[in-house]
């Protein structure tokens, strides 16, 4: 990429190789947390139960996920 291309990616993201960690580690957060939430829904429906919703809150970010 060019001088004049690459300049307004390095001004937007300051330190691009913390962005990409940070991006991949949400993404494996938010990958382990829908794993997690078939989990639930799994082993309520073992149970007998029919789970209609769900509300989990992460308490490092604040992101709330809603199922059902």
Avoid: F
């Avoid at 690459?6 to 962005?19: E, F, I, N, R, W």
């Amino acid at each position: 990429m060019g001088k004049a291309g690459m300049s307004k990616y390095v001004k937007d993201h300051q330190d691009p190789t913390y962005d990409q960690a940070l991006g991949n580690i949400r993404k494996e957060s938010r990958q382990r947390l829908a794993w997690l939430e078939k989990q639930v829904q799994q082993k309520a429906k073992e149970a007998g139960y029919n789970l209609e919703a769900l509300i989990v809150k992460d308490n490092k970010t604040g992101a709330i996920s809603k199922i059902g």
